[in-house]
């Protein structure tokens, strides 16, 4: 393992719950309720794929202009959120910590837009990484690779090499795309068990060894898999 890269919604802050306010009060604003299983198709998603999700639902026209306003209006809100407080996930701050000491490269890779990313990582502190990347800065946010790829190459470390910190299925499913190993810390949603992740409660008392071991142990899990088969 030679770098560590970072989702934020729900893996490092849970601010999950501020989009929950946010989405529930553009509903009601379009005249609409959100459904709970709806909320949990739009987490982890870019901002373009979640107002998507929401227009449809509302049996509302995909007109772009009309979704990019409500996009805005969402923006601005969740700022305003993130502007009263980020609370940590458990043990996300004390990883960060540990990890900066050890000296590991680390990224952020969100699918939360710039302007929102920079706003949280007031809070959350830029120091600890080396790289951003947001949702809004690559051709195709998650579950697409290409945030995973670009963070990786702005390290200069190949995507094998990198433990991505994830806890949707959205996210899982890009870091595995570019070809990281992955931890996996649940939130809002399950994720359900694959190859190349590894599940745990919580992100509290891991350290920077344990991560080492779990990158070690998911990389050759994945080597006996594609070993040839023996006589």
Not at 32 to 48: E, K, M, N, P
Not at 72 to 79: D, I, K, T, Y
Not at 121 to 128: A, K, N, R, T, V
Request: glycine share 8%; aromatic share 4%.
């Amino acid at each position: 393992m030679r770098a560590v890269l970072w989702d934020m919604d729900g893996t490092l802050v849970e601010s999950e719950k501020l989009w929950d306010i946010a989405l529930t009060e553009l509903y009601a604003h379009l005249g609409g309720r959100l459904d709970a299983a709806v909320r949990q198709a739009t987490v982890g998603s870019s901002a373009d794929a979640a107002m998507r999700i929401v227009y449809t639902d509302l049996g509302r026209r995909l007109d772009p202009a009309a979704m990019r306003a409500s996009t805005a209006w969402m923006h601005a809100r969740v700022g305003e959120l993130f502007g009263e407080g980020l609370p940590w996930c458990p043990g996300a701050r004390e990883l960060l910590d540990a990890l900066a000491a050890a000296a590991v490269p680390m990224a952020l890779v969100t699918n939360t837009a710039r302007a929102l990313t920079d706003r949280a990582l007031e809070q959350i502190g830029g120091h600890y990484f080396a790289v951003s990347v947001c949702g809004d800065e690559v051709p195709r946010a998650k579950p697409a690779a290409d945030p995973y790829r670009a963070a990786a190459a702005a390290l200069g470390i190949a995507p094998a090499d990198c433990l991505a910190v994830e806890d949707s299925v959205t996210g899982v499913a890009a870091a595995r795309a570019a070809g990281c190993l992955v931890l996996v810390v649940p939130n809002a949603v399950t994720v359900p068990t694959g190859p190349g992740r590894r599940h745990v409660d919580s992100l509290a008392r891991l350290g920077p060894d344990d991560l080492r071991r779990i990158h070690a142990g998911l990389r050759r899990d994945e080597t006996d898999v594609t070993l040839p088969a023996g006589p």
